[in-house]
């Protein structure tokens, strides 16, 4: 079946760098990859759609210059958050469509960012 | 545009007993409707999903789901819980075939005591 592999699954890093999350479609390409944020005991929060070769949609209230989305590739999209503070600190989870009919989506595994 | 509500944040069970976790959705088109469980630290994994045709949907791991347009609903079942469906469930929508954006309702935290 279709898998988006999610990496890193965990990572501590220092408030003020970057963090880059990587999500890639292993057995299909994905045109489309949609980014979530879930804070502890909440639900998934769409931050933002990437498209192949396109620029990302942002949702609103997202800020684009922090949390920069690369689509480059059909099986390739990354999250980057830049200059990271403890309030970034969140599980971040990819999703891409499926296609065919399907009407699924695969989700990414998950990063827990945590920023100290 | 569309909405969830899942009603009860958390739900506690014992096992072996019925399990209901309620979803209410809001849809300005025919809806495609959506489970998913969700593990600590874990991505998503589907449940079931209600696309078009039967009503009554059938899932993994036991667990069955009924559209019910009038009722603008899409309840979860499952007759008899086991320790193993401890887990944070999302009614999730989507607009029919022309949408692609999934909206989660807010998440029901199922426990199960011995």
């Known amino acids: 079946g279709a898998v988006v592999s999610q990496h890193p699954s965990r990572v501590i890093c220092k408030s003020g760098t970057s963090v880059k999350i990587e999500c890639r479609s292993l057995d299909f390409q994905a045109t489309t990859m949609f980014w979530y944020r879930q804070f502890p005991k909440q639900s998934l929060m769409l931050m933002a759609t990437s498209n192949e070769g396109s620029k990302a949609t942002y949702e609103q209230g997202v800020e684009k210059d922090k949390f920069l989305i690369n689509h480059a590739s059909l099986t390739l999209s990354t999250l980057t958050v830049t200059s990271a503070h403890p309030e970034d600190s969140s599980f971040y989870i990819c999703?891409?469509?499926?296609?065919?009919?399907?009407?699924?989506?695969?989700f990414g595994s998950g990063t827990r960012l945590t920023v100290v | 545009a569309q909405s969830v509500t899942q009603l009860g944040s958390h739900v506690s069970v014992s096992e072996g007993a019925l399990v209901l976790l309620r979803c209410n959705y809001s849809?300005?088109?025919?809806?495609?409707l959506f489970w998913y469980v969700q593990y600590p630290n874990q991505g998503l994994q589907l449940l079931l999903k209600?696309?078009?045709?039967?009503?009554l949907v059938k899932g993994i791991n036991g667990f069955e789901a009924e559209f019910k347009k009038s009722e603008t609903s899409f309840h979860l079942t499952k007759p008899s819980a086991h320790m193993s469906d401890a887990a944070e469930y999302f009614c999730?929508?989507?607009?029919?075939?022309?949408?692609?954006?999934?909206?989660f309702g807010g998440g029901t935290r199922v426990l199960v005591k011995p």
């Open positions: 209600y696309t078009t045709g039967a009503t």
């Open positions: 999703s891409a469509p499926r296609t065919g009919g399907a009407y699924g989506y695969t």
């Open positions: 849809s300005s088109v025919p809806p495609y």
């Open positions: 999730a929508v989507r607009a029919g075939a022309a949408g692609n954006k999934l909206t």
